[in-house]
């Protein structure tokens, strides 16, 4: 795509590797812009924004919240930003996730211990619904 050639929204979104959905929500929310509108109202995307839209996705599939992105697409644009800033970001997520792998790692070993307890046989006693009940 040449730098002064515009995609239109569904172009853009295949191109991203997103949804026109999506698309269209980070445009209402300001996190990308048009470049303008087709004589029939349609939003077309150039270059530049779908560099954007693609950046956001990657975010997205780490779990970074949307203000997190709004704060990394920022960075991304600031050719005078400091790495340690970009950095403080992915620390605050990482530790998201490592909490998010302890609370799982418990329910994991918890429920284990609930399936093993049960005989899973014709009996009616079953330690699993006892639990819940």
């Given amino acids: ?13 295949t191109a991203a590797g997103l949804s026109t959905k ?4 980070y445009a209402d929310i300001g996190l990308v812009e048009a470049a303008g509108r087709t004589d029939a109202g349609y939003r077309v ?3 530049r924004e779908i560099r954007k839209l693609i950046f956001l996705r990657r975010a997205r599939e780490f779990g970074f919240s949307i203000d997190d992105c709004r704060e990394l697409l920022s ?3 600031d050719t005078d930003r400091s790495s340690g800033d970009v950095k403080q970001i992915a620390l605050r997520r990482l530790a998201d996730i490592r909490e ?4 799982l ?7 284990a211990q609930l399936v093993d307890a049960c005989n ?3 009996r009616p006693d079953c330690p699993i619904i006892s639990y819940f009940g």
Avoid: F, P, W
């Fill in 1 to 13: 795509m040449s730098s002064d050639s515009a995609m239109n929204i569904s172009a853009a979104a």
């Fill in 22 to 25: 999506t698309v269209r929500y």
């Fill in 45 to 47: 995307y150039d270059e």
């Fill in 75 to 77: 960075l991304y644009e």
């Fill in 100 to 103: 998010k792998q302890s609370e």
């Fill in 105 to 111: 790692q418990c329910l994991h070993d918890n429920l």
């Fill in 120 to 122: 899973g046989d014709q």
